[in-house]
């Protein structure tokens, strides 16, 4: 079955920095569009960046534009974040998610999601 891992998270204080990994198994992960959602409490699930599956299409999340960045490695099963400047806004659980095909902008196009992953940003 699908499954996806993510870790890396923690507590940090605002301007710093983390790095989310996420590690893919029981999918086609070269053929796999992947991407990082998050949730803070009291708010939707949000989108925060995506790679796509073929050519090095990115999106990302216009709040975490220049801050953050999203890449792959399919030799190893596995899609990052690194997160800098980190903001106290920031701070809510990371979700790894997966889709075959293109990226989405979507939650519901992603039918496999890792448990997550907390990040909080504060002094």
């Known amino acids: 079955q699908v499954q996806l891992v993510e870790d890396g998270g923690g507590l940090v204080q605002p301007g710093g920095s983390l790095r989310l990994s996420c590690a893919a198994s029981?999918?086609?992960?070269?053929?796999?569009?992947m991407a990082w959602f998050r949730q803070a409490p009291g708010k939707e699930r949000e989108i925060v960046a995506a790679?796509?599956?073929?050519?090095?299409?990115?999106y990302y999340a216009e709040f975490v534009k220049g801050r953050f960045t999203i890449s792959r490695n399919n030799a190893e099963n596995t899609v990052s974040l690194q997160m800098n400047s980190l903001k106290p806004e920031d701070t809510a659980v990371y979700y790894c998610?997966?889709?075959?095909?293109?990226?989405?902008?979507?939650?519901?196009?992603?039918?496999?999601w890792g448990q997550g992953t907390q990040v909080t940003v504060s002094s």
């Open positions: 029981g999918l086609t992960f070269s053929y796999a569009a």
């Open positions: 790679v796509n599956w073929g050519a090095p299409v990115k």
């Open positions: 998610t997966a889709r075959n095909g293109d990226t989405s902008r979507s939650r519901y196009d992603y039918p496999y």
